[in-house]
């Protein structure tokens, strides 16, 4: 496949995962502890993402096997 939508896509979900855990971060400084915990996890699970999307792309580039 090509390379452009693996890379784009894994970039985008890291941007997101950034600006995830910078808002936890800004929560956690203001006193809404309620919210920090989910965001945080949502901003790791972008990461997991972002890294599982990288994954599959090199997997795509291998030769496939009959």
């Known amino acids: 496949m090509m390379r452009?939508?693996?890379v784009a896509m894994s970039v985008a979900?890291?941007?997101?995962?950034?600006a995830l855990g910078s808002l936890a971060?800004?929560?956690?400084?203001t006193?809404?502890?309620?919210?920090?915990?989910s965001v945080a996890t949502?901003?790791?699970?972008?990461y997991i993402t972002a890294a599982l999307v990288m994954v599959t792309w090199?997997?795509?580039?291998?030769?496939?096997?009959?």
């Open 31 to 37: 006193g809404h502890e309620p919210y920090v915990e």
């Open 42 to 46: 949502f901003s790791v699970l972008m």
């Open 58 to 66: 090199v997997r795509d580039g291998r030769p496939h096997s009959n």
């Open 25 to 29: 971060l800004q929560l956690r400084a």
């Open 4 to 6: 452009a939508p693996f």
């Open 13 to 18: 979900t890291a941007a997101l995962g950034t």
